[in-house]
Nanobody, 116 residues
Framework: QVQLVESGGGLVQPGGSLTLSCAASGFTFSDYAMSWYRQAPGKERELVAV????????NYSDSVKGRFTISRDNAKKMVYLQMISLKPEDTAVYYC?????????WGQGTQVTVSS
């Protein structure tokens, strides 16, 4: 059974930091590129960051570049999103995603709220 379980979301003040985690199981994690997406109320889901299967390459949306860092630990089957200098516009539900060819899996999401 494929599972992606996100954790680490919460309420943080503007300028603060948060690290999201995603635990994977039920598939060959090291074969899949991993991504973080987010969806704010009333907006479409958007890609935030992606990391290749071996972790050699990463890419970020312009809105988070320089503030967010995606990483993975294939031995632990974990992917992380470190977020610093958070802004109110970063408020959203953050989703973990795994993709390989035509296979794509999603987590249930974790809420991040940036507010004073």
């Amino acid at each position: 059974q494929v599972q992606l379980v996100e954790s680490g979301g919460g309420l943080v003040q503007p300028g603060g930091s948060l690290t999201l985690s995603c635990a994977a199981s039920g598939f060959t994690f090291s074969d899949y590129a991993m991504s973080w997406y987010r969806q704010a109320p009333g907006k479409e889901r958007e890609l935030v960051a992606v990391i290749t299967s071996r972790g050699r390459n990463t890419n970020y949306s312009d809105s988070v570049k320089g503030r967010f860092t995606i990483s993975r630990d294939n031995a632990k089957k974990m992917v992380y999103l470190q977020m610093i200098s958070l802004k109110p516009e970063d408020t959203a539900v953050y989703y973990c995603n795994a993709v390989r060819l035509t296979s794509r899996f999603w987590g249930q999401g974790t809420q991040v709220t940036v507010s004073s």
